[in-house]
Each structure stands twice: as structure tokens, then as C-alpha cells.
């Protein structure tokens, strides 16, 4: 059992430092919990299990390398005063947003994709998706997330990704396609991107 729970204390020392390293927020707050959570300090991730094996550790790096690209590339008050009133477009505003800063972590640092990909297969997990018959089973501000993501880094997604996101792709390429160079134009420019990413989200929203 010693073994085990030093095996667990080093993954979490590691994590934990790397959150910091790619954030530059040397004294951030970082807990391991039941509830993921971001606070303006303070971060807490998902307990590792027991087992702790390599998919479990690639999701729970995923969801770490997430948050330590949003608090280094994302200005929440930029993000928040441009923000769309509808639901669901806010929802596809903040995945274009998402696809934004985690694109750059992907262009910046070697082995970030594939934590940032099995954090996103995780929420698909038990889903047959070579089986699905309808676009219900996938949210569509995750399938905007997915193709844009790839366009912005000109990396191909996982198999699983792909298929996940194929299922939106026909109807949603066509809109993202028309906006996607300037997107990549403004990859590091907060304010502009987002004010195209909005007219985007709007759009999309009614498809």
C-alpha cells in the first residue's frame, strides 16, 4: 500500500507543478477532490484512484493542462463583456474560446494534445459512437470545439475525436471554414478573435 500511495503523492507533486509551470502562477492553491474547480487561487482536481493507470492519468493531466492554458491565455473580463445572451451560443462562444487557448498550449508544448484529448473522449466514454444515429448524443459546442481546434493547429484529431466530431461536421465546417483564417490571425489576440468567434457562435447556434 505505501507503494501505491507514493506512486499517487508523486503524480500529484508532478501535476501539480507542471499546472504551475505552464500557468506561471508559481502560488497557486492546487487540491485533489471529488469536484473539479478553478478559483481565482485556487485549483482542485479529481482524486487519482487507487489503481491510477495510464488512461486515468493522461484524463487527469488533460484537465489540468485545461486550466493552466485558461488562467495563461484567457482574460475572463474580455471574455465576459462579449459574451452572447442566447444559451446555447454562449455555450459555443466559450468551446471556440476553449479551442483558442488550448491550440496554443498544443503550437507550445509537445505532448499536451494527447492530455487534452482523452480529458475530452473521458465525457464520451461509455457512448457507442460508431453506432449513433443521431447528432443528440454529441453536444454540438464540443463538436465546434473539436474542428476548430484542428484547423487552428493543423494537427489531425484521435480516431475517437474524429468520429465524435464528424457527426456535426457537415452541417457546422462551411460556417467555420469562412472564418477560420481569421481566427488563426488573431490566435493571440483575446479581444479580436473573440469578437469573430461571437458572430460565429451566432450563427452556428441555429443549425
Known sequence: MSDKKDKINNFKNAISSTLRAISKKKDININFGSDINVDKNTVTLPIPSIKLEDLEKSKIRGIADSIALKFKYHNKDIHKSLKPKSKIANKIFNSIESARYE?????E????KNNLEKNIEAKYENSKISKLINRNEIAIEDAV???????LTNKKLSKQLTEISNVWRKDLESAIEKNIQNLKSNLLKQKDFSTISLKLAEELQSI
Not at 103 to 107: A, P, T
Request: hydrophobic letters at 40%; aromatic letters at 6%.
Open 103 to 107: 491550440s496554443l498550449g498544443i503550437k
Open 145 to 151: 470545439q473539436l474542428i476548430i481546434q484542428e484547423k
Open 109 to 112: 508544448y509537445s505532448g499536451i
